[in-house]
């Protein structure tokens, strides 16, 4: 498990591959690109639950073969509960390598959001069986992670099939942990929600106040209202 000190150092600008080439199909919908860079053996790594108001934030490392291709490979944001389900199954059999880690709400609290999922992709680096000879990452920043180049993509779910793959395990992997959570506390419907913050999150929360699980260094509840909280 890598230390937290590690994981907080400032997070920098990295190089990002916004003119990404595209490759169309006949149904003029845009493929996801199968790899960056042929010659390398590359992961894609994502986060899921940064805006959460409880739980743990998830990262997963995807390594997928370079023929890999699934009709239904997307952001994971922009699939069904079903079809999330039946690509981890599939993504879990046919990657090269695959690893899910996870940054509790107290870690978060301790290091902040931005750091802890960094944190969160660095502990699944860590747990890959292969070691990736370069990153590609989803969003526009990220801490370096030992001597191994990385490449930042905004929005390289929807772009790389990669990332795209992790997108799935992180969120799949972190909303089973919040219906397990839900069990212990049912009152804040988390396995309807999740941890965001919906209306009846927050109710809960006011009639609740907060459980071990939540982010004390959120905003649980709207400015006038928080300072009751604690």
């Not at 870690?107 to 802890?116: G, W």
């Amino acid at each position: 498990m890598i230390q937290v000190a590690q994981a907080s150092k400032t997070p920098v600008s990295c190089r990002q591959l916004s003119n990404y080439p595209t490759r169309i199909t006949h149904h003029y919908k845009m493929q996801l690109l199968p790899f960056h860079d042929p010659k390398l053996l590359e992961a894609g790594c994502d986060e899921a639950g940064r805006g959460c108001l409880a739980g743990p934030v998830f990262a997963a490392a995807v390594i997928l073969p370079k023929n890999f291709e699934h009709k239904l490979l997307n952001d994971s944001k922009q699939l069904s509960e079903n079809q999330r389900s039946m690509l981890r199954y599939v993504i879990e059999k046919e990657a090269l390598a695959w690893a899910v880690a996870a940054v509790s709400a107290a870690e978060i609290d301790e290091i902040n959001i931005l750091k802890a999922s960094f944190l969160a992709m660095h502990r699944a680096l860590d747990a890959l069986k292969l070691r990736p000879e370069a990153l590609l990452i989803d969003g526009n920043r990220f801490v370096p992670y030992l001597n191994t180049p990385h490449s930042c993509v905004v929005k390289g779910d929807g772009k790389y099939a990669s990332i795209a793959a992790a997108s799935v395990l992180a969120k799949t992997w972190r909303d089973e942990a919040m219906q397990g959570l839900h069990l212990q506390f049912p009152h804040y419907k988390w396995a309807e929600n999740k941890g965001y913050p919906t209306k009846a999150h927050r109710q809960a929360i006011r009639e609740q106040g907060p459980s071990p699980w939540h982010r004390r260094t959120f905003q649980l509840l709207p400015v006038d209202e928080q300072l009751s909280l604690f």
